[in-house]
């Protein structure tokens, strides 16, 4: 009785922190995904992002992350914007990074609600996780029940689509699990004839290695010349396949200030992002996602992009 009410108590929570979904899954080791996880290394599918090549133990088990870890609490939380200004603009970067950078919003929610299960359950020994360290997140958001993983390998909700972040508390408290949904793709495969690239050349599968957002974020070198005029004009990310998912139809609005575009940031014309200066890259992305790939990454993508403009 006692785990049911402790669940409740840290949805109830989850929710009133602004998260969309909160589920729960029995922390152990992922023995569907270890497999898959070796074999898309082992083809090479990360590209440069020789990461995913370490701490593979702890990806699969997260009890080699937090001693004596009984519960993975998955948590999602909205970014679809208001307004979709890549709809208007010359050149485009991905949704999430329009405003504030979501490891800070997103991990300063996960540290209030970690604060509140100690002072309302008790001492509980725990770590969180925002995309920052070796946590399979799609994965445990499958099993705590928050969706099904699409064929571009992102989670989709049924009721609000895939524009939206994935978090986790690692906690030793025995909570009340969650189960797998059901995949709702059927036979469409809009994300994989979208991309222009062929990263989804199979279903479920990406290979990151030909993402638009892994040249445009990840690589740190030179953009091979074979992807000339297949970006589409986006110079940070892609949403590509997001876009063309009917499931986002359901996607709403997030109310988070903090992710509200720079007003500026939407009036950026092909000509101010090729003459961007370091000052202007300061003033609109100071606490941007964008930061990542510093002024000089961005500057080569946007060379990339306009030089071999298909």
Avoid at 88 to 107: C, F, Q, R, T
Avoid at 193 to 213: L, N, R
Wanted: include cysteine.
């Amino acid at each position: 009785m006692k785990k049911e009410l402790h669940t409740q108590l840290i949805k109830y929570e989850a929710l009133a922190l602004g998260f969309q979904y909160c589920g729960v899954s029995k922390a152990e080791f992922l023995e569907e995904e270890a497999p898959k996880l070796e074999q898309w290394l082992q083809q090479g599918k990360h590209g440069r992002m020789s990461y995913m090549e370490n701490h593979f133990d702890k990806r699969l088990d997260p009890r080699l992350l937090v001693d004596g870890a009984k519960s993975v609490i998955t948590l999602l939380y909205n970014y679809y914007p208001e307004e979709d200004i890549t709809t208007s603009a010359e050149l485009k970067i991905s949704k999430y990074a329009y405003g504030e950078d979501y490891h800070y919003v997103v991990k300063d929610k996960l540290k209030a609600l970690m604060q509140m299960i100690n002072e309302k359950i008790g001492a509980v020994n725990g770590r969180a996780f925002v995309d920052s360290a070796p946590v399979m997140e799609r994965a445990w958001a499958k099993k705590g029940g928050a969706g099904w993983i699409g064929k571009h390998s992102l989670l989709i909700n049924k009721n609000s689509g895939s524009f939206f972040f994935l978090a986790e508390l690692i906690i030793d408290l025995e909570l009340a699990y969650d189960g797998p949904v059901k995949d709702y793709c059927g036979t469409c495969t809009r994300c994989m004839d979208a991309c222009p690239t062929d990263a989804i050349a199979e279903p479920y599968i990406v290979d990151g290695s030909k993402c638009i957002s892994y040249f445009t974020i990840e690589l740190k070198e030179a953009i091979p010349a074979d992807m000339r005029g297949k970006f589409e004009d986006w110079i940070f990310g892609c949403d590509i396949c997001q876009d063309v998912c009917p499931w986002n139809r359901f996607s709403k609005s997030n109310q988070e200030q903090a992710f509200q575009p720079h007003p500026d940031l939407q009036q950026m014309s092909r000509s101010d992002w090729e003459e961007i200066t370091e000052d202007v890259f300061k003033k609109l992305f100071r606490k941007s996602a964008l930061h990542r790939t510093k002024l000089k990454g961005l500057k080569r993508n946007i060379d990339f992009v306009s030089k071999f403009k298909a």
